[in-house]
């Protein structure tokens, strides 16, 4: 597999986590001196350099592998690119994009050329669009379709890296939100904040709306005429604030402290169903979410090609079992 942006730090999460599973990940980026240096880590890795305005070199960074994980933000600059070298290599593409215009770009521009090319392609296959999308899709289980989706997160602190703060200069005020069964802009309506019951140890907060991938993702493929996405208001202090460091680690594996809770709630006519998902640090966490979900595309267990969400493609509820407690604890709550 190449890892597009492999020297990024949620790129040197993926890159560890295909290491452990036993995969030879191809290291890809734009610059050769960070490459060179992760030789450190990884002496016995290919490294190619590639850069996304040089179709040749991306071609030539995927050449012999079965996907591509792009961890190169920001998205809006990379998801079309790399998917449009992708194709042409006949191989299967992920991404981390929370980006909703990145996200959208893909299903709406791709999805025919994917299925005719037997690729399958899932964008945003991580903590922001993957996660919330196979919860929500494990929580309707049954259900034909829901009234509502609402996804709340809570953080105890954010820390952004130097890619979040990128991407957020590129995206301010890019907003979609899925209300009344129709996908619209928002940037300047937002929606009101509320009060949050989260499980402990985080408890009541108030949240603020934040739509992000899953807006987009989940409204592909499950029946509901209302997704709502919300997030805490002290992590969004930190993100605004210039002067809050980049996450640091806390242990060995590289992970900061941070902690997260992601909780979602389905909702159809008097009955409710929710699902809650627990962890630390939100970038080391996506990197076993898309790693799990390369290996099944690559393993055959994708249930379609095209342009897909996680929950579309996957069983939702086997593919959260399968991420070890040591990164994710998700259990079901009473609503």
Known sequence: MTVFGAYGHTGRFVVAELSKRGWIPILAGRDAARLHAMRTAYPGLEMRVADVAEPHLLDAAISGSAAVINCAGPFVDTVVPVMEAALRAGVHYLDLAAEQLAVLTIFERFDAQARNAGVTAIPA???????????????????????????????????????TRLTGERNRGRRFVFSHDTLERADLSP???????????????????????ETITISRHLRTPEILMFLNEAPLADLHNPETPPPTPADESGRSAQRFVMDVIVRRRDAARRLVAQGRDIYASSAPIVVE???????????????????????????LNALSSAHLEVGRFSA
């Open 191 to 213: 929606g009101r904040g509320r009060r949050w019951a989260f499980p402990k140890p985080f408890g009541e907060l108030d949240v603020v709306p934040l739509p992000l991938a």
């Open 125 to 163: 296959m991580a903590f922001y669009g993957g996660l919330g999308d196979l919860m929500a899709t494990a929580a309707m289980a049954d259900w034909e379709d829901a009234d509502e989706i609402a996804i709340a997160v809570a953080l105890d602190s954010w820390r952004p890296t130097r890619g």
């Open 293 to 319: 979900a390369a290996e099944r595309v690559i393993n055959g267990l994708a249930r379609k090609t095209g342009v897909v969400a996680a929950g579309d493609t996957f069983d939702a509820g086997d593919f």
